[in-house]
């Protein structure tokens, strides 16, 4: 006989909200039109883009600091515009990158305890766009490589480590592009574009290796993300305007595997995926609602699980990485919804009667370990994430320094935040600081001399 009702242990998943005292209040979540979801979040802090007067910012703060946020909490306040999108560096919990209308990209290193003083000093700039950047992505396996879009229709892969521009896609895109993701390796980035056309691209080899045109007909901003499997999952309109869901294969992308047609809301939807569990939850900017669905292997593929719905509507959202869940309440997912004055946790957990570790939720996970450095990655190697396991709890490893070897950049520039507002940071040099001092003397015996010994004139 056939099964009437499809087995998942995630049939039974379900969203809870918060607690009042547990959530982040009194945040003026920015206003800029820009479908991004203005929140990133990690197992260490909680990043939201915020209205700023003269500029851009962005709070970063500690997970623990939930409650009312003063208005004088210090911001990342270093951008001349507004800030767009940021993005957490997945093998550092302390950097975090950020893309703006002011044309640059900028990456900041936060404190181990959070800003005790605002920062407008950034680790680097990287400036190469000729206009607003608002897609920043750091790659999943390779240290430093950042990738950023702009609305100049380029795409730009960075070393940060070294502030240099080692990639530009120029001539891909005839119009705005919506979204760049990776795919699992980082070997491929995939696009939706204005133009209502996907596109899988080797960024190393600037090829496109397949493209669908008119993947949904509406008018309105598409999203597509690769899968672990390496297939392709986009959200877009129907020409009558209906928001859909499909699913392509990379190898053909003539037809879609499946298309789900759900409602006729205008709102984008932004879609998270989990490639442990194979859940992708759907957030639409302007719901109140998040949907989500798991992806299998046989048809139809894509099958709806449940809606978490609220009373109120999401100005953004955030998403943890696995490592940041609580596994003893098997915890699956955990959001940050971003309100119009406050930032509110949503808990997705699957029912389990059992208090031992459920190795069935918590396959082995992306660690926070680099498979590959920058230059091993450029040179043309790939590397697929580095997994750990979640049996006791993710337990934090030894801080690692963000280092940029750059002229007229400080090696290590921020160590504790008061060296952001320090003289020393203001001078350039391309050696370490603590060889700082000796740069002062100006005199023939090259900070030899009883000067460069006090600290110079």
Known sequence: MRRVVRQSKFRHVFGQAVKNDQCYDDIRVSRVTWDSSFCAVNPKFVALIIEASGGGAFLVLPLHKTGRIDKAYPTVCGHTGPVLDIDWCPHNDHVIASGSEDCTVMVWQIPENGLVTSMSEPLVVLEGHSKRVGIITWHPTARNVLLSAGCDNQIYIWNAGTGEAMIRLEDMHPDVIFNVTWNRNGSLICTACKDKTIRVIDPRKEAIVAEKEKAHEGARPMRAIFLADGNVLTTGFSRMSERQLALWNTDNMEEPMTVNEMDTSNGVLLPFYDPDTSIVYLCGKGDSSIRYFEITDEAPYVHFLSTFATKEPQRGMGYMPKRGLDVNKCEIARFYKLHERKCEPIVMTVPRKSDLFQDDLYPDTSGPDAALEAEEWFDGKNGDPILISLKNGYVQGKHREFKVVKKNILDSKVTKNSENSS???????????????????????????????????
């Open 423 to 457: 003289p020393a940071n203001k001078s350039a040099s391309s050696t370490p600081l603590i060889s700082v001092k000796q740069t002062n003397c100006m005199c023939s015996k090259q900070g030899r001399c009883w000067q460069s010994s006090q600290g110079g004139l």
